[in-house]
């Protein structure tokens, strides 16, 4: 036994170890279930009692020991390392530096913007909170009419006179309440509706209301402005086509659809294979709205569209999902750091 541990002894004096590995194995070799200090103390316990006293003591002590080194050691590696991942590396290229970018929204809106400015139509922007006048009433909706129904606008709950606009047109009333006509602008804004958030409705989302009036403006202006529009957003070979449609403020109203952008018109599962897709609503303006606003409609004559911008961004940008533009997820939010 006393000479077994003289060489435990020695082999301790010698111990050295370069990294966590080594010291593990170092580990095993004394103090693993095979280990050699293991074995002493099965042997120690074949001892007489006055024998096992004194190289029970002994042993121990080395066990100590081992232990001592073991902790130290392993503590002295990891600072070590923790200080070798700490180095500034100078020849290590930049990190990707993503500067600020534009929202996709903002993207075309902007686009839009510029499309409408390049043939003379001013910009206006106006409040999101409104009354029921400038929302409905103004805009010629019965009192019945669904769209004033719970379930598709935000009422405040204290005045139901007070609603969160559904659609940008309320900006229609606002400015021929205020202005003469010639009237030329388009107004870019934030709607909002009550409906279930998904991939394809969400409670807030965006338009371009564009809105023309003067002395006679007639359909042909509104059809070729809105081909122009297409064909300035998307591809200048894009086809329109009017349908025949309803809003309580445009007559005659319609509903404009663009050749699919996907398959230049010949059917995909985008346009469900119709090779079109619908982008707006439209119409002449509605006499009642334009006597609402003092605007005779025996003298001056106008044409209005609504567009969302969102469904416009999701066919130029193949994005199928709404909720991404809310997310601020800056996975998404960088792929349109390139585009103006
Ligand atoms: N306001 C209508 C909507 O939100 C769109 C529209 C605007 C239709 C102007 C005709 C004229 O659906």
């Given at each position: 036994m006393?000479?077994?541990i003289?060489?435990?002894?020695?082999?301790?004096?010698?111990l050295e170890?370069e990294n966590?590995?080594?010291l593990?194995k170092?580990r095993?070799?004394?103090?693993?279930k095979?280990?050699i200090l293991t074995?002493?103390?099965?042997?120690?316990?074949?001892?007489?009692?006055?024998?096992?006293k004194?190289?029970?003591?002994?042993l121990?002590?080395?066990?100590?020991q081992?232990?001592?080194?073991?902790?130290?050691?392993?503590?002295e590696?990891?600072l070590?390392?923790?200080?070798?991942?700490?180095k500034?590396?100078?020849?290590?290229?930049?990190?990707?530096?993503?500067?600020?970018?534009?929202?996709p929204?903002n993207?075309?809106k902007?686009?839009?913007i510029?499309?409408?400015?390049?043939?003379?139509?001013?910009?206006a922007?106006?409040?999101?909170i409104?009354?029921?006048?400038h929302?409905?009433?103004?805009?010629?909706?019965p009192?019945?009419?669904?769209a004033r129904?719970m379930?598709d606008?935000f009422?405040?709950?204290?005045?139901?006179?007070?609603?969160?606009r559904?659609?940008?047109s309320?900006?229609?009333?606002?400015i021929m309440?205020?202005?003469?006509p010639?009237?030329r602008?388009?107004?870019?804004?934030?709607v909002?509706r009550?409906?279930?958030?998904?991939?394809?409705s969400h409670?807030?989302f965006?338009?371009?209301e564009g809105?023309y009036?003067?002395y006679?403006?007639?359909?042909?202006?509104l059809?070729?402005?809105?081909?122009y529009?297409?064909?300035?957003?998307f591809d200048p070979?894009?086809k329109?086509?009017?349908?025949?449609?309803?809003?309580?403020?445009?007559?005659?109203?319609a509903?404009?659809?663009?050749?699919?952008?996907?398959?230049d018109?010949?059917?995909?599962?985008?346009?469900?294979?119709?090779?079109?897709?619908?982008?707006l609503?439209?119409?002449?303006?509605?006499p009642?709205?334009?006597?609402?606003?003092?605007?005779d409609?025996?003298?001056?004559?106008?044409?209005?569209?609504?567009?969302?911008i969102e469904?416009i961004?999701?066919?130029?940008?193949?994005?199928?999902?709404?909720?991404l533009?809310s997310?601020?997820?800056?996975?998404?939010l960088?792929?349109?750091?390139t585009?103006e």
């Amino acid at each position: 036994m006393q000479e077994k541990i003289e060489k435990i002894k020695q082999e301790l004096a010698n111990l050295e170890a370069e990294n966590i590995t080594e010291l593990e194995k170092i580990r095993i070799y004394f103090l693993g279930k095979k280990g050699i200090l293991t074995a002493l103390f099965e042997e120690l316990k074949l001892l007489q009692p006055e024998e096992k006293k004194i190289y029970g003591k002994q042993l121990n002590e080395l066990k100590n020991q081992i232990q001592y080194f073991i902790n130290s050691k392993k503590r002295e590696l990891e600072l070590k390392s923790a200080e070798s991942q700490t180095k500034i590396d100078f020849t290590r290229p930049a990190d990707i530096f993503h500067p600020s970018s534009l929202h996709p929204i903002n993207i075309v809106k902007n686009r839009i913007i510029n499309i409408f400015a390049r043939i003379g139509f001013d910009i206006a922007e106006d409040i999101e909170i409104e009354d029921d006048w400038h929302n409905f009433t103004a805009l010629n909706f019965p009192t019945d009419h669904p769209a004033r129904d719970m379930q598709d606008t935000f009422f405040i709950e204290r005045d139901p006179d007070i609603v969160l606009r559904t659609h940008t047109s309320s900006v229609q009333i606002r400015i021929m309440e205020s202005q003469k006509p010639p009237i030329r602008y388009i107004f870019p804004g934030r709607v909002y509706r009550n409906e279930a958030i998904s991939s394809r409705s969400h409670v807030f989302f965006h338009q371009v209301e564009g809105l023309y009036i003067d002395y006679n403006v007639s359909f042909a202006d509104l059809k070729d402005t809105l081909e122009y529009l297409a064909q300035s957003l998307f591809d200048p070979s894009t086809k329109i086509r009017l349908r025949p449609s309803y809003f309580p403020f445009t007559e005659p109203s319609a509903e404009m659809d663009i050749s699919c952008n996907l398959c230049d018109g010949d059917g995909c599962s985008f346009c469900k294979n119709t090779g079109w897709v619908e982008i707006l609503g439209c119409g002449m303006v509605h006499p009642n709205v334009l006597n609402n606003c003092n605007i005779d409609p025996n003298i001056f004559s106008g044409f209005a569209f609504g567009l969302g911008i969102e469904r416009i961004t999701n066919l130029l940008f193949s994005i199928n999902d709404l909720r991404l533009f809310s997310e601020n997820d800056l996975n998404f939010l960088h792929l349109f750091s390139t585009l103006e």
